[in-house]
């Protein structure tokens, strides 16, 4: 399993960013993926998933902000980050989860850095 993420970079608070997850060595369609951040210091935290049929969940804190999608012809996962916060700082990983062994396969993550 391999998760490519990219698209992270430095942004002025209330700016944009796309993030991309490319997958392989998994059958795309049929899982869930998702995206967490870690900030210095802190634990790793859930960003938002979504589910094979399109269902989405989002952490409290991004709500009516983030968009999470899917494209699985192009087997890529995108989060979509509006009016971004300094406390939305942090590196952002990719991530799958084997719903059989429940391991979890994390990307190499991408900065996001908001400044104010």
């Known amino acids: 399993v391999q998760l490519q993420a990219s698209g992270g970079g430095l942004v002025q608070a209330g700016g944009s960013l796309r993030l991309s997850c490319a997958a392989s060595?998994?059958?795309?369609?049929?899982?869930?993926l998702g995206w967490y951040r870690q900030a210095p210091g802190n634990q790793r935290e859930l960003v938002a998933r979504?589910?094979?049929?399109?269902?989405?969940n989002y952490a409290d804190s991004v709500k009516g902000r983030f968009t999470i999608s899917r494209d699985n012809a192009r087997r890529t996962v995108y989060l979509q980050m509006n009016s971004l916060k300094p406390e939305d700082t942090a590196r952002y990983y990719c991530?799958?989860?084997?719903?059989?062994?429940?391991?979890?396969?994390w990307g190499q993550g991408t900065q996001v850095t908001v400044s104010s």
């Open positions: 991530n799958y989860a084997n719903p059989v062994t429940g391991y979890n396969y």
């Open positions: 060595g998994i059958v795309f369609s049929s899982n869930t």
């Open positions: 979504i589910a094979s049929g399109g269902k989405t």
